[in-house]
């Protein structure tokens, strides 16, 4: 649970809430069921916050940047998320207060300067270990460098607030609370262009403490950054009321002086260690006087290069003369830094920014990198896993046609990937993983013809059968000639499945698998683009007349026409061809200005002339939310962004295919949707986390979502969506059915993957059905009927649930699959039929060892119905409401239509012989005295779910079978026959007839015993 107190930040955004409802505004519990399943990748992406607490040496925290807080207590074995209810999930540093471990401090914002970040919305405490949360404050710092905790009063925290990364502002420097955080004094302040990005107690003393101030700013355009002369390192010796400059022996603005970071041994605060970045004698520094002097020790740019992204140096806790680094990988010296070695990295760099050491143990460290969060126990030898965090940073997602279908993007540091919608296992696990060969920022484009080729990046051509890339770039020998950035759009175009674009600052396309290229624009981005005042003071004579530095950064080509095609600008233009290139005509909104980043566009499914737009301004400093749509081809715009968070800039806006006027928007906070075409949005954020939303996709009948910090979701079956304002109408109402794929939830057959391995969710385990009450019921009834009005299966809302001796089981609970309930409160809810008939009754209830943990069905179960067209029936307090259901083969099966129809038949003649015999038992055993004939005949227990892979069964002379072995048999074959879509051998069918022969005959053995 989230408590929100001081909430100051969101202030605007509470008033609009508060709005009496609008016209196409639908309460949030007419979709209060449809939840987002996470379906991976669980390779993580960049973390910059890391904390153990020394007493409890399993227990460790991490900050990811746009993946909220997560926690260990098994070294790193598995992680879970601790802060998923609060309004963000961009994290800059978490600190364990050490008197008291169970308050925590979380400063939201990563505490970096890249290209690519997130903001957060201040300081966070939890005091129950972080079960519960409250906001306290600095809500305008947005970006916390560092965060520390007194040792000794938990009340007494210090804030290095790095401020806005694009743009002055005052809530910077470093911040002091008494209180825990319910007033808080800015104590060390230089200018609204400077901010703080580390503060640390002297260990020894915590009236002592050293601040480094760091003056830099990232700009509008790609890459853009500014530095100023404020930069240094400061010391206070009175608890933060007052500090000095440390100049003695570093350089200074002079020498081109940049970001520092300090280290200080525990052992002997009077020996402290630096990285110092700066263009004249950058190196690693030394203090042997508690900071007043520093002296250059080491200049191996390995220890110190690219140091406004590493400037971590830490000293271990009984040793002064071991020293740890974090860079591109982390390095180690025994000697007080005279000589370095690696300690752990790869060749393409782990970027590793932060160390937490355990002072009672030292052994035990947590290292986190752009690659997560890794643990050792001893001292370096061996590490845990950051294949156990799903914190994937994606910068697009897109699908293929295949089923089931695959996920892609360009994930950040890991280069492109590809992840199932579905495993075969019950569940997604690294089975169902694999790189795509593009880089990291790319977008991904499977040939629509052809799932198995794969185009990414700048651009790559993969065939997934071989594994061999190739590049089939537009050019092989760069002319210089086109501009390139880190995340280029590649796409096709869904009018056309031969015609691939790509967009530098010209858009090209290729009709031939790359093999040649066509430039079919001009440069269409701005020659000469104004400088935002964003940029402030840093603002030269020279950027005036720069290079164009601008490209196409979104291109949305229309679904109705191949020769329509939008394109977007990161220097803030919008551009349309509809004669497939020959003419491009500007059709810029009217209210946009230079470097509004058109992040994505969207041309409409219905209307030729209208498109939507995605507008990101944050390199502007500015956090508002900009969507665009037209309706007149870009003649005249209108802004549509109520109902949307005031302080969540738009990343993308797509269309519905299927439903006019249904949009998706994805926000660096959440999903939101709008059913009157962007004139009211709503959020959809569900349960899933606050993060960075990059893209979304409608496939099919599904909302993909790639986010920038946790990996990808998917929102099963949005057909409620495009049905909302049809669900008002009457006390209940059931909606459309979305078609069903007979797939076998769990092809696995042997031991099942352990419970702490990290795997996505797959879809659910059959149809989905949703209905909507509009008031609360009594009774709710869910009724299968087949083409003939048979009926197939019931669910009620007063329906016992199954009864399981968790006693008797020989293995934990925690494989079992939740039962579920039909809900009767008033709202949305969704209920699976797993399109099977109902479980044989009277059966003993056992679990398969192909197990999924928290998702195993018990067993056996009916067999499955034959594919084709059903009702469905919703009964509510009487009333009844009825829509159809098309149940479709899995495509990837090949069967007869023959085939099938044995396979059905044969089935279902097992499964009704089960219930012939099952009507026999329950007459003996509703004898008060049953004769020993009758219990010799009935035989021992109850029939179970056999096992036909190490299982087997024997034929027995009719006169000694008795109702439970026969059972067993007729459930062992019809196990056998339905564990795959084929035909039924000869000897399949011979062994179900001589079944049914033995039935025949126990039947007489019946009437000769019955009374």
């Given amino acids: 649970m989230f408590k929100f107190q001081q909430l100051r930040f969101l202030l605007v955004g509470i008033l609009i809430f508060s709005l009496p409802p609008l016209y196409g505004q639908v309460p949030s519990s007419q979709y209060q069921n449809l939840d987002y399943r996470m379906i991976g990748p669980f390779r993580a992406s960049r973390t910059v916050g890391g904390v153990g607490i020394p007493s409890q040496p399993n227990v460790f925290f991490m900050g990811v940047n746009n993946g909220g807080v997560w926690k260990t207590d098994d070294y790193g074995r598995t992680w879970d998320p601790i802060f998923d209810d609060a309004p963000t999930g961009s994290v800059g540093d978490i600190a364990v207060a050490p008197s008291d471990p169970s308050v925590l401090y979380v400063g939201s914002g990563e505490g970096l300067h890249r290209p690519d970040l997130g903001v957060g919305d201040g300081i966070f405490k939890s005091i129950d270990g972080g079960k519960t949360w409250i906001h306290i404050g600095l809500n305008d710092i947005q970006q916390v460098g560092r965060l520390i905790v007194h040792p000794t009063d938990p009340d007494i925290v210090f804030v290095a607030g790095l401020g806005h990364p694009y743009g002055p502002n005052e809530q910077r420097g470093v911040f002091k609370t008494e209180d825990g955080g319910e007033t808080w004094e800015k104590v060390l302040y230089i200018n609204e262009n400077t901010g703080a990005i580390q503060v640390e107690f002297d260990p020894n003393n915590p009236a002592i403490l050293f601040a480094d101030m760091w003056e830099h700013q990232e700009g509008p355009w790609e890459n853009a950054a500014f530095s100023g002369p404020n930069s240094g390192l400061y010391k206070s010796t009175d608890g933060g009321e007052t500090w000095r400059k440390i100049t003695k022996g570093l350089p200074g603005a002079d020498q081109g002086l940049g970001r520092i970071g300090v280290g200080i041994a525990p052992s002997n605060s009077s020996i402290m260690f630096a990285t110092v970045d700066a263009r004249e004698n950058g190196g690693i520094y030394k203090s042997v006087d508690g900071g007043e002097s520093w002296s250059l020790i080491h200049q191996d740019r390995r220890l110190w290069g690219r140091g406004g992204d590493f400037a971590e140096i830490k000293v271990h806790p009984k040793d002064p003369n071991r020293i740890y680094v974090a860079n591109i990988a982390s390095y180690t010296s025994a000697d007080g830094g005279k000589t370095w070695s690696s300690l752990k990295g790869a060749p393409g760099g782990d970027d590793y ?25 001893n001292a370096g030898r061996t590490w845990s896993s950051w294949y156990n965090q799903p914190t994937t940073q994606l910068y697009h997602v897109t699908t293929d046609h295949a089923f089931p279908y695959w996920v892609y993007g360009g994930q950040q540091e890991s280069g492109a990937i590809g992840v199932a919608s579905r495993g075969n296992g019950g569940q997604i696990s690294f089975r169902e993983f694999m790189g795509v060969g593009a880089d990291e920022y790319a977008y991904v484009a499977p040939d629509p013809k052809n799932p198995d080729i794969i185009y990414g990046g700048r651009v790559m051509r993969f065939d997934k059968r071989t594994g061999q890339s190739t590049n089939v770039a537009p050019e092989a020998l760069r002319s210089g000639d086109y501009r390139f950035v880190r995340t280029m759009p590649l796409l096709f175009h869904p009018a056309d499945d031969s ?31 104004e400088v935002p005042s964003s940029v402030g003071h840093y603002k030269t004579l020279e950027m005036e007349t720069m290079a164009r530095r601008g490209v196409i950064y979104a291109v949305g080509p229309s679904p109705l026409n191949v020769d329509i095609i939008w394109a977007g600008t990161d220097d803030g233009r919008v551009h349309l061809t509809t004669n497939g290139g020959k003419d491009w005509k500007e059709v810029t909104p009217l209210t946009m200005s230079s470097w509004d980043k058109v992040s994505q566009i969207d041309a409409s499914h219905f209307d030729e002339k209208t498109a939507y737009l995605a507008i990101n301004a944050i390199r502007k400093d500015d956090m508002v939310p900009y969507i665009y749509r037209t309706r007149d081809g870009g003649e005249t715009w209108d802004l549509i962004t109520n109902g949307l968070n005031p302080n969540g800039p738009v990343n993308v806006v797509r269309e519905d295919p299927v439903t006019e006027g249904l949009l998706y928007a994805g926000t660096e906070r959440e999903v939101y949707f709008s059913i009157n075409d962007g004139e009211y949005w709503q959020s959809l954020r569900n349960n899933m986390p606050a993060t960075s939303i990059r893209d979304l996709v409608i496939h099919e009948n599904d909302l993909v979502v790639g986010t920038h910090g946790r990996s990808a979701w998917i929102l099963d079956n949005i057909a409620p969506l495009r049905e909302l304002a049809k669900s008002k109408e009457g006390s209940a109402y059931l909606y459309s059915p979305s078609d069903s794929y007979r797939v076998r939830w769990n092809m696995f057959s042997d031991t099942p993957l352990p419970p702490e391995e990290p795997t996505g969710q797959n879809p659910p385990d059959g149809a989905i059905l949703d209905y909507q009450l509009n008031q609360s019921a009594q009774q709710v009834k869910l009724e299968i009927l087949d083409e003939q009005g048979e009926l197939i299966r019931t669910f009620s809302s007063d329906q016992e649930p199954e009864e399981i001796d968790s006693t008797a089981l020989p293995h934990p609970t925690y494989w079992i699959r939740p039962e579920e309930k039909v809900g009767v409160s008033q709202g949305h809810h969704r209920f699976i039929w797993d399109l099977k008939y109902e479980a044989p009754r009277g059966s003993k209830r056992e679990y398969s060892i192909a197990a999924v943990y928290k998702n195993t069905p018990s067993a056996p179960q009916g067999p499955f119905v034959r594919p084709g067209t059903y009702r469905v029936r919703l009964a509510v307090d009487g009333e009844v409401f009825e829509k159809p259901l098309t149940i479709k083969m899995d495509p990837r099966v090949t069967i007869s239509e023959e085939a099938l ?35 010799t005949l009935r035989g021992i227990g109850r029939a179970g779910n056999p096992d036909i892979l190490y299982g087997s069964i024997r034929e027995t002379d009719p006169s000694d079978e008795t109702l439970v072995d026969l059972q067993q048999k007729f459930l062992f074959m019809m196990n056998l026959i339905q564990s795959a879509d084929v035909q039924p051998t000869q000897q399949t069918i011979q062994a179900v007839n001589s079944l049914k022969e033995s039935l025949e005959k126990i039947k007489l053995r019946w009437n000769e015993v019955k009374e």
Avoid at 359 to 365: E, G, L, Q
Avoid at 501 to 522: D, H, Y
């Fill in 499 to 529: 015609m691939l674009l790509f967009g530098t600052n010209v858009l090209w396309k290729t009709t031939n698998e790359g093999q040649s290229w066509e430039i079919i624009s001009p440069d269409l981005t701005y020659e000469q683009p």
């Fill in 353 to 377: 920014h932060r160390i937490w050491i355990n002072p009672i143990n030292p052994d035990i460290m947590l290292f986190v990198a752009d690659q997560g969060a890794v643990i050792t126990v």
């Fill in 901 to 935: 129809q044995m396979q059905t038949e044969l089935s279902k003649t097992c499964y009704d012989s089960y219930h012939e015999l099952q009507a026999i038992i329950e007459a003996i055993d509703a004898y008060s005295k049953p004769s020993e004939r009758q219990l």
